[in-house]
Each structure stands twice: as C-alpha cells, then as structure tokens.
C-alpha cells in the first residue's frame, strides 16, 4: 500500500511523455543511444518532472506545442541525469523564440570603456531568471550537424550559475578538487584560443569557446555529451574533470 501510494504521488509530480512522442524525440537525438535503457528510463521521468516545475512559454509569436516542450525537457535533464532536477532549483521559466532573438549586451573593455549596443543570440541564461531559446536551434538535429546542443549549452550555464556567475567553474561535488579542475580547464582554454588565433584548420569544437572560460565549459559539455570522442582525445583532463562532475555510467561517454 506504501509503495503504491509513493508511486501515485510520483505520477503527480510529473507530466507524461506518452510512447509515441518518447520514441520520436529519440529518434531525433541519435547521439542519446549511447544510454542504457534505465538511463533512458530515468531520463523520461526526470524530463516529465521537469515539465511539471517549470514553465515553458513561446515568445515572438511562437505557440509551443507538447512536442516542443517535451523535445527541450528531455535535451535540458541530460546534463542532470546523474545529478537530479535540484540542480535547477531558483528558476522557474524557459522562453522559447521560433529563431534567433534580439538581446541587449554591455561590457567593459580592457581600457575601461563601457560598450553596450544589441545582438542576435540563439540562447541564453540568467542568473536566477529564465533560460532564453531559439526553437530553430532547441530542435532536435538543428545543431547536431555542428557536433553541438543549444539546450545542453545553456543548460551547462544554469548549472555554472548555482555558484554565482557563469565563470566555467560550477559548484564541484565533494571530493572533487578545485585546483585540478582550474588546471585542467586553464590549459585546455588556452590552447583552444591558441588555436583560434592561428586559424587551426582543426578545431575539437565550436570557435565560439574562446569567447571566455564561461562558453568554454558550456561548449565542453555540450561535446561531453553528444561527441565525447572529441573532449577525450584532445583535452583528457577536461574530459575526466567532466566525467567526475556529470557523474555518466561508463558507457554513457566512452
């Protein structure tokens, strides 16, 4: 009677994914096979928590329908899939745009000089607020052609923010060494923008990690979770670092 009345009260918390939509998100996320089917499993139920407790709105016109919102839900609980939906406590709201959107950006330059102005963004996260898309890139296979994940980068940033500002160092599990991670990250962002500089014909990943070691971690961890092949054969230390920190089963990024 006890564990039925658990299991009861679980259901509650959640919004089904029914079979045929399930089946068809996995069929557009192709790197999600790597999974073991109770990985898979977990994954339905924490996507469907996740559609419980938070609100998922279009914007620009866009209506998102049960499609679109379960697509987001199970791409943004990978990064927690060994961690929990606790991860992404303080926040409550995705907003969803059919393209890229127009927002508004400042910065001080190395002179001191305040910049602001406007610019087009796919995605986007706020301190404390709500994680901004485009459903052009959210939808399954608009960025995996790239080898990336717009839901899983911005979703990296949510998790860097537990901490305060989304510097490429997320609050680290016990254990753990916060000099290790620096060293491992430090080294491999540097020779990342190294290599941008010179115009590397070869790059593990999206240019767009150099901008800062805030991208670099949120890039990283999209390649940790649909190309892992790439972290792990030239940055091994981020990989590890990442594998400590996602906690995935061995298979999951081998």
Known sequence: MIASLATWWRRRGRVPIP???????????????????????????????????????????LELSDEMRASIAVQACVPILHLGLDWYRGWYSVVVYPDDFVAPFEYTDEAGVVHSGERALSGEAWPDGPVVLSWHGARGGAWESLGGNLVIHEFAHKLDMQNGDANGLPPLHPGMSVAAWRDAFSAAYEDFCRRVDHADDWLPFDDYAAEDPGEFFAVASEWFFTDPHAIRAQYPAVHEQLRAFYRPRARSTR
Do not use: M, N, T
């Open 19 to 61: 079979d045929p939509l399930w089946s068809a998100i996995l069929r557009s996320l192709p790197w999600l096979r790597h999974l073991g089917s109770d990985e898979l499993l977990r994954l339905r139920e924490l996507a469907e928590q996740f559609l419980k407790r938070k609100d998922l709105v279009g914007a620009g016109g």
